[in-house]
């Protein structure tokens, strides 16, 4: 994989004809974080952390063969699936068992698997729609001048040509094309963040090299050139593969208001972050006075 062809995947040729149902398995989705553990490694041994060419290479031998059955053995007893992975991962791959996730949180191979899915999905559907739309300037080519009668308010109206209305149909799907173009353009990918989103674990490994850091960040974000430039454990709830947002932002607000620091945190049990947003606001404003003003919108 080069620096030159930065949308190039090892997988994506495997997956280029396969339907949507084959792109959100199970498999696709475990074998996408180990190609973002591949890229994770690739990357930190770039910017000098003692990370071996065997390890490297074990690693990218190793992207497709999951044993599901170990994995789900592993996290029956850890309760963590991402952590199950990583240790099945570290038997295929030996000499990487100790740098597989190093510094990383789960979100960046749970939320950045779903992100390249989705940008993936999204090609699929323009790949679809394009060509739809070639059909359709064909036939409405051959019909243009084919008579039709024409309606308006379910009433005879005026001739038209069956060209022209295939010619609307395909104006509307022409619109539903250029709107999937701009949404799989402007994914943005989460990136290399860290517990919480601080990426302290990257700065401690890079012994304080932020700026080491923050090149990670940007050299590990493959499909699309574009990551966040701030994140938490979770990406934002307006991203295409997270969509409940509402949901995600009531119980974070709660928690912030819950946590303004160590000495002035309530000694009551936290308030229960409810499903209505209103109700998560009184929450929220009742646990940290002084705040009504922030989710005085959500009242309204």
Not at 95 to 124: C, F, K, P, Q
Not at 261 to 268: F, L, M
Not at 271 to 293: D, F, I, K, L, N
Request: proline letters at 6%; aromatic letters at 6%; charged letters at 30%.
């Amino acid at each position: 994989m080069t620096k030159a062809d930065p949308d190039a995947n090892p997988l994506a040729g495997r997956y280029a004809s396969e339907e949507m149902s084959r792109l959100f398995s199970g498999r696709r989705k475990f074998e996408t974080w180990r190609l973002l553990w591949l890229w994770l490694a690739e990357e930190e041994r770039r910017l000098g952390l003692p990370i071996s060419e065997e390890a490297i290479g074990q690693m990218r031998a190793h992207l497709t063969d999951v044993d599901f059955d170990a994995a789900a053995r592993v996290e029956e007893r850890t309760r963590h699936d991402v952590m199950a992975h990583v240790r099945v991962f570290g038997e295929a791959a030996p000499a990487a068992r100790g740098i597989i996730h190093w510094g990383a949180t789960s979100a960046y191979v749970s939320d950045n698997a779903d992100l390249i899915v989705v940008r993936e999905a999204l090609g699929i559907v323009e790949r679809r729609l394009v060509a739809v739309l070639r059909r359709m300037r064909t036939l409405a080519s051959e019909h243009r001048a084919t008579p039709a009668l024409a309606y308006t308010h379910y009433q005879p109206a005026q001739p038209t040509t069956v060209g022209k209305r295939i010619a609307l149909w395909a104006f509307d799907l022409l619109t539903d094309l250029e709107e999937v173009r701009r949404r799989r353009e402007e994914l943005r990918f989460l990136g290399t963040k860290g517990a919480t989103g601080t990426q302290a674990s990257f700065l401690l490994l890079f012994d304080g090299d932020s700026a080491k850091v923050e090149e990670l960040d940007r050299a590990i974000d493959r499909p699309t050139r574009a990551s966040r430039t701030i994140g938490s454990s979770t990406p934002s709830r307006a991203s295409p593969s997270r969509p409940t947002r509402s949901g995600r932002t009531c119980a974070s607000s709660s928690t912030t208001a819950r946590s303004r620091s160590p000495s002035s945190r309530p000694r009551s049990a936290p308030p229960r972050c409810p499903t209505s947003a209103t109700r998560c606001a009184r929450s929220a404003s009742a646990a940290w006075p002084g705040t009504s003003s922030l989710f005085r919108s959500t009242r309204r």
